[in-house]
């Protein structure tokens, strides 16, 4: 019996010890990465979640968007990746976070702006709506898209002023 336990526990020992060694292996290797690599490496864990997001991997997916911004937290992709999936699983709050993060980043990201605008009109939020469209229009004055995705919280609002302006200006612009 003592045989047999010996080498089972150096076995064990070995195999733990190997995989420390193994761990601290790739830990140096990632320290030594140029900006470009852990650019790369970031893409790579988005492009994976993307497919395991699409595979209904939702969890693996979360988790690999998450890590594609703890490399590069400028990976923008990333972040709207992890925004749609947390929508797509009504995960409203983590969606909303993760698009007003984007914002805080890249403040003119017009595909941050027509998420929280989705995300708040599906919550029956007009004044968050009208909030982020208000302020997507300053940057965008032609974005037909903010423009139909406003007239609707106008008048649940019965702001009808703001909303027939709106509404003329796509009317206007269907016209030519």
């Known amino acids: 019996m ?5 080498p089972l526990l150096l076995a064990v020992f070995m195999s733990s010890y190997c995989l420390a060694v193994e761990d601290d292996d790739i830990y140096m290797e990632e320290e030594e990465m140029t900006i470009e690599d852990l650019e790369l490496l970031s893409e790579d864990y988005n492009e994976e979640g993307l497919g395991l997001a699409r595979e209904g991997g939702t969890e693996e997916a979360i988790e ?4 594609a911004i703890e490399i590069d937290e400028l990976n923008l992709t990333a972040y709207l ?3 749609y999936v947390y929508a797509w699983n009504g ?5 909303i976070a993760t698009f007003l993060k984007l914002l805080d980043i890249v403040p003119e ?27 997507a229009l300053e940057l965008n004055p032609e974005d037909y898209t ?11 609002t019965m702001e009808y002023d703001r ?14």
Do not use: C, H, W
Not at 2 to 6: L, P, R
């Open 146 to 156: 903010i423009m139909a995705n406003l007239a609707g919280p106008y008048i649940d």
């Open 64 to 67: 690999l968007f998450t890590e």
């Open 109 to 135: 990201s017009m595909a941050a702006y027509r998420n929280l605008i989705s995300i708040y009109g599906l919550q029956g939020m007009n004044d968050k709506v009208i909030e982020y469209g208000e302020k």
């Open 2 to 6: 003592k045989k047999i336990i010996f």
């Open 91 to 95: 995960r409203t709050e983590e969606a």
């Open 163 to 176: 909303a027939i302006a709106l509404l003329e200006k796509l009317i206007e612009r269907n016209s030519n």
């Open 81 to 83: 990746n992890l925004g």
